[in-house]
C-alpha cells in the first residue's frame, strides 16, 4: 500500500557557512578505554579510578575493571581497589550484575585484598562468589595463592582439597600453588601426593612446578629427590639452582652446595643476587675463605650494583672465616647500610675478641641514629663474657632500658655467664633463679660450663638437675658435669654419669674439625683418619713436632679426658682430637708461612689450645681456629683469647 505525502513548498535560510576545497576532518574524540589503559601503564592509578568514578556508565565491561584492579594489585593499593569494589556494588544495585559475578575481576579483587593482607575480607568475597553458582579454576587457585602469601599454607592446601572435590580440573599454576604450600609446611606427605597428581595429568610439568617440586624435597630434606627432579628438568633457571644450592646449605651438605656453584659456574649460568647470599653463608658455615673471596670476586666483576642483602652476607662470611679487616672493608665500601649491617660488624669484632673496637663501634652506631635490636646486645653481651669484661657487660645489660629493649632468655644466658666465667657463681645463680621468665636451657647450660670451669660441684649437681629435667637428650649435659666430676677425681660418679647416657640410648658428639685447601674442603673426626695418622710424613712431621714443642715447655694437659686411665693414655687420646688432626694435614699440605684456618663442631680443650699456641709458635705460622664459642688467633705462641674462653 502506498501513502501519498505532500510536500511544503522550500524555504529558504540564510548562512555563514561556505564550502571549501579541501575539508578538515574532525576526529573522534579517544575512546574512554585508551584513556584508561594509559593511565594504568603510567602508574596514575588515581586518575584511573576517578575515571571510572566520574563516568560509569562508560565502563561497564569487565574487562576495564580487570585492567585498573589490576595495577592496584601490583601497588598493592587497597584504598583504589576498595574504591573500585564500591563501584562494582553500586553497578549491582543499578541492576548490572554481571561486572561483579565476573570470575576474573572477582578473582583480582581476592587477590588484591590477600596481597595486602586483608585475608578475612578476600576470603569473604571468595565466598560470595560461591554462593552465586559455578566458580572457576582461577577463584579457586586466587583464594589458594592469598592463602600461602599470607603464611596460611594449612588453609591453602585445605581449600585446594575442596577444589578437587568440586571437580574442578587442577592447572599448572594451582600444582604449583600446592607444592609450595606443602613446601611451608614442610609436609612430604601431601606434596608426595600433589607429585603424584603432576605425574598423573599426562601433562608435562612447566618449570614453575619443576621448580616448586625442587622446593618441596629441598625443604624437606630430601636431597636425592631434589637432584633427581633438578636432573630430569628439560630447562633450568636461576631460581632451580639457587633452590637446588639453598637445600644442600640447608642440610649442612656445604662441599656438596659449593660444588653445585661450580657447576653452575661451568654451565656458564648467569647467577643473580640471591645465588651469591645463599653460596656465600655456605662459605661462612665452613671457614671457606677462599671460595668465599671468588664470590666476592664475582660481585666485583659484576656490572650490576649489588643489593645490601648480598653486601651482609659478605661481610658476615669475612666475619665467620675470622677477617675482621676485610669485614670492615665492605662496611666502609658499602653505600647503603641498614641495622644488619651494624650488627654484623658489630659480631665480627665480637667474636673475634675485639672488645675496645666493638664498644667504639657501638657508640657510632647510635650517634649516627641507627637504634639498636635485641640482637644487637646479645652480640655485645656475649663479646664482654667471653673477653671478662663484667663490669662493661654489666653496663651494656642496663642501657638496653635507655633503647625500650626488654631483655630475653638469651640476654640472661649471657649476663650468667659473664659473671659465672669471671668466678661469681653465686650472684649468677641469683640472676638465674631471679630472672622475669623460666630460665631455659642455655642459661643453666651457660652456669654449668662456669662450674666446670671453676670447679665448683655442688652448684654443678644443682643445675644438672635443671637441665636434665630441660633438655634430657642433650649429651653436651652429661659431658660437661662427667667432666666436672672427672676434675675432681670422683671417677665413681663419672661412671654413673656414663651409666645414665647409656640407659637413654644417648651418644658423646663426635668433635669433628674441617679445613679448606685449595677448592677441597678436608675433614676429621676426633680419633679417625687412622691411615693418615700411620703414614710416613705424618709421624716424621710429629716426632719432629713434638721433640721441638717439648723442647720449648709443652706439657700435655689431660684434663678433657674422662677415663680413669694412666697419663699415657690420656696423652695417646687427647692427640687424636679433631683439631690437631687438621692442623697437621695443613702443615703437611701447605706451604711454609701459609696461615691455617680450621674449624671445629665443639669447644676447644684445654690442652689442644696449648698445643695450637706451640704449634704457631714452632712453626711460624698462623692459626686461625674457630669453635663453637669464638674465635682463637694463634701467633708466635699466644691467643687472641688471652687463655679466658
Known amino acids: 500500500m502506498f501513502y501519498s505525502t505532500s510536500f511544503s513548498p522550500p524555504i529558504t535560510l540564510p548562512t555563514t557557512i561556505t564550502a571549501t576545497s579541501n575539508p578538515k576532518t574532525i576526529k573522534p574524540s579517544k575512546p574512554f578505554n585508551s584513556t584508561l589503559r594509559s593511565l594504568c601503564r603510567s602508574g596514575r592509578l588515581e586518575e584511573a579510578v576517578r575515571l571510572i568514578e566520574s563516568a560509569p556508565s562508560k565502563f561497564e565491561d569487565p574487562q576495564s575493571y580487570s585492567l585498573v584492579l589490576h595495577s592496584c594489585i601490583s601497588s598493592k593499593s587497597l584504598e583504589h581497589g576498595q574504591r573500585l569494589y564500591l563501584q562494582l556494588l553500586l553497578c549491582k544495585d543499578r541492576g548490572n550484575d554481571t561486572l561483579l559475578d565476573d570470575q576474573t575481576v572477582r578473582a583480582k579483587l581476592v587477590t588484591l585484598y590477600s596481597v595486602c593482607g586483608q585475608v578475612d575480607e578476600a576470603r569473604r568475597i571468595f565466598k560470595d562468589g560461591l554462593g552465586s553458582g559455578l566458580v572457576s579454576e582461577s577463584m579457586w587457585v586466587a ?46 606427605w601431601v606434596g608426595k601426593a600433589v607429585h603424584a597428581q603432576v605425574v598423573k595429568s599426562g601433562e608435562d610439568p612447566d618449570q614453575a612446578v619443576h621448580n616448586a617440586l625442587l622446593n618441596l624435597y629441598g625443604e624437606c630434606g630430601c636431597l636425592e629427590e631434589a637432584l633427581r627432579v633438578f636432573e630430569k628438568m628439560p630447562e633450568k633457571n636461576v631460581i632451580s639452582w639457587n633452590s637446588l644450592v639453598a637445600a644442600f646449605v640447608e642440610q649442612n651438605q656445604v662441599i656438596e652446595a659449593l660444588g653445585i656453584f661450580r657447576r653452575m659456574q661451568r654451565d656458564r649460568i648467569l647467577f643473580s643476587w640471591v645465588t651469591l647470599t645463599t653460596i656465600l653463608a655456605a662459605c661462612a658455615a665452613a671457614t671457606a675463605l677462599h671460595s668465599g673471596k671468588e664470590v666476592h670476586a664475582q660481585i666485583v666483576k659484576s656490572k650490576a650494583r649489588p643489593d645490601i642483602l648480598v653486601l651482609n652476607s659478605l661481610m658476615d662470611m669475612y666475619a665467620k672465616c675470622g677477617v675482621a679487616d676485610y669485614c670492615k672493608k665492605v662496611f666502609d665500601q658499602m653505600q647503603e647500610k641498614n641495622l644488619t649491617t651494624w650488627n654484623t660488624l658489630l659480631n665480627s669484632y665480637a667474636v673475634n675478641g675485639s672488645m675496645d673496637e666493638t664498644v667504639k663501634l657501638f657508640d657510632a652506631m647510635t650517634k649516627s641514629g641507627i637504634r639498636p635490636d635485641a640482637v644487637t646486645f646479645v652480640t655485645l653481651l656475649s663479646g664482654c663474657s667471653h673477653t671478662g669484661l663484667t663490669d662493661e657487660g654489666g653496663r651494656l645489660f642496663d642501657q638496653m632500658q635507655d633503647f625500650k629493649i626488654s631483655p630475653t632468655s638469651e640476654h640472661y644466658a649471657c649476663l650468667v655467664d659473664m659473671l659465672g666465667r669471671a668466678g661469681k657463681i653465686e650472684e649468677a645463680l641469683k640472676v638465674a633463679e631471679n630472672m622475669p621468665m623460666k630460665p631455659s636451657g642455655s642459661v643453666w647450660g651457660s652456669l654449668l660450663n662456669s662450674c666446670r670451669l671453676h670447679g665448683n660441684v655442688a652448684v654443678a649437681e644443682k643445675i644438672a638437675g635443671h637441665l636434665f629435667e630441660l633438655e634430657p637428650n642433650n649429651s653436651g649435659n652429661y659431658v660437661i658435669l662427667s667432666n666436672i666430676y672427672a676434675n675432681a677425681g670422683m671417677w665413681d660418679h663419672v661412671e654413673v654419669v656414663r651409666g645414665s647416657m647409656e640407659k637413654r640410648g644417648i651418644r658423646k658428639k663426635a668433635g669433628c674439625s674441617w679445613i679448606q685447601i685449595k677448592n677441597r674442603i678436608h675433614t676429621f673426626i676426633a680419633g679417625g683418619r687412622v691411615d693418615f695418622q700411620n703414614s710416613l710424613e705424618y709421624r716424621n712431621l710429629w716426632s719432629d713436632l713434638m721433640e721441638t714443642m717439648e723442647e720449648a715447655g709443652y706439657v700435655p694437659d689431660t684434663r678433657a679426658v674422662l677415663h680413669n686411665v694412666d697419663e699415657e693414655m690420656k696423652t695417646s687420646w687427647v692427640c687424636g682430637h679433631s683439631e690437631r688432626l687438621a692442623t697437621m694435614f695443613a702443615l703437611i699440605h701447605t706451604g711454609a708461612g701459609t696461615p691455617i684456618r680450621i674449624t671445629k663442631n665443639l ?17 711460624s705460622r698462623e692459626i686461625t681456629l674457630r669453635d663453637t664459642n669464638r674465635f682463637h688467633h694463634f701467633k708466635g705462641g699466644t691467643c687472641s683469647c688471652k687463655d679466658y674462653w
Open 603 to 619: 669447644r676447644v680443650c684445654v690442652d689442644c689450645h696449648s698445643w695450637m699456641k706451640f704449634v704457631s709458635r714452632v712453626s
Open 143 to 188: 583464594m589458594a595463592v592469598g592463602y600461602s602469601k599470607n603464611k596460611c599454607s594449612k588453609e591453602a592446601l585445605f581449600l585446594y582439597r575442596d577444589m578437587l572435590w568440586q571437580c574442578v580440573v587442577p592447572s599448572k599454576f594451582a600444582l604449583s600453588m600446592a607444592l609450595k604450600a606443602s613446601a611451608d609446611l614442610t609436609d612430604l
